[in-house]
């Protein structure tokens, strides 16, 4: 069983910055990608940034430039470095892998930006 548990979302000031982190164990097989995904009230769920196989890295338009996404390498560890953070980029934030057909989601963890 694959467990995914993020942590290091908070309250911060437009123009401020956070570091999201997550960790995955157990076995995944056929590892496709791992990545960040955020969701508020009323819509859904998007995508933040990702890494899948082979390094390959995909953005979600509005946080392309401010936001970085990054892995430990062999450790399924995987960051995010938010920069200049926006009140528009205020949500949950999940953790998301997929391996082979599955997909295993963290809890997620909460990110606030006040104007």
């Known amino acids: 069983q694959v467990q995914v548990e993020e942590s290091g979302g908070g309250l911060v000031q437009a123009g401020g910055s956070l570091k999201l982190s997550c960790a995955a164990s157990?076995?995944?097989?056929?590892?496709?990608?791992m990545g960040w995904y955020r969701q508020v009230p009323g819509k859904q769920r998007e995508l933040v940034a990702r890494?899948?196989?082979?390094?390959?890295?995909n953005y979600g338009y509005s946080v392309k430039g401010r936001f970085t996404v990054s892995t430990d390498n062999g450790k399924n560890r995987i960051y995010l470095q938010m920069n200049n953070l926006k009140p528009e980029d205020t949500g949950v934030y999940y953790c998301?892998?997929?391996?082979?057909?599955?997909?295993?989601w963290g809890q997620g963890t909460q990110v606030t930006v006040s104007s």
């Open positions: 998301n892998v997929q391996g082979g057909p599955y997909d295993y």
């Open positions: 157990g076995t995944i097989f056929s590892f496709n990608a």
């Open positions: 890494i899948i196989s082979g390094g390959f890295t």
